[in-house]
């Protein structure tokens, strides 16, 4: 059974950093994409960016750039997301959803995590 | 604002079946066939439903469907129950640079 599991709750001040771990089990870890989606209180969804768990190549959203680092620890099975300089803005849950590496466009997203509620304040 | 358009809202009764539009641009929706369609429900993580406009993913009811004509794709489920009563959310690949876009959710009512 394909599972995603993400790690807990974090509370963070503005300008601090956050990081998101994301750990699979049930399918070939490296063969599959890691996308980042994140969702603030009662918005709609947001995709941040994928890492290729294999060769460990992202691409990230524009409006990230600089700000996100995705990255992986293939021995553990496990990716992880890190926003820096957050703000109130940054207050969200953090989705990751896997992709198998197929030689299409990986533009879906089939599972996802449990999610990871970031709260960035004062 | 979402890159895509979707109504905030739809309703249906038991039984009937409903659409929801999700309308992209000719960079989005219009250009590629790699529509997908998410159903959330409250404080749940989104479940693919349907990928590439019309795919159904193994385990999913033959009641939910998608479609595509021109920059406009429509996910519709037929023989509603009260358990699709969540927020839908469609999503388009637009291009390498952008990569994907979401549609701002709709929420589905099952009176």
């Known amino acids: 059974q394909v599972q995603l599991v993400q790690s807990g709750a974090e509370l963070k001040r503005p300008g601090a950093s956050v990081k998101v771990s994301c750990k699979a089990s049930g399918y070939i870890f490296t063969g599959y994409y890691t996308h980042w989606v994140r969702q603030a209180p009662g918005q709609g969804l947001e995709w941040m960016g994928w890492i290729n768990v294999n060769s460990g190549d992202t691409q990230y959203a524009q409006k990230f750039q600089g700000r996100v680092s995705m990255t992986r620890e293939t021995s553990i099975r496990t990716a992880y997301m890190e926003l820096s300089r957050l703000t109130s803005d940054d207050t969200a849950v953090y989705y990751c959803?896997?992709?198998?590496?197929?030689?299409?466009?990986?533009?879906?997203?089939?599972?996802w995590g449990q999610g990871t509620l970031v709260t960035v304040s004062s | 604002q979402s890159a895509l358009t979707q109504p905030a809202s739809v309703s249906g009764s038991p039984g009937q079946s409903i659409t929801i539009s999700c309308t992209g641009t000719s960079s989005d929706v219009g250009s590629y066939n790699l529509v997908s369609w998410y159903q959330q429900h409250p404080g749940k993580a989104p479940k693919l439903m349907i990928y590439e406009v019309s795919k159904r993913p193994s385990g999913v009811s033959n009641r939910f469907s998608g479609s595509k004509s021109g920059n406009t794709a429509s996910l519709t489920i037929s023989g509603l129950q009260a358990e699709d009563e969540a927020d839908y959310y469609c999503c388009s690949y637009a291009g390498s640079s952008i990569f994907v876009v979401f549609g701002g959710g709709t929420k589905l009512t099952v009176l």
């Open positions: 959803a896997a992709r198998e590496v197929d030689g299409e466009v990986p533009a879906w997203f089939d599972p």
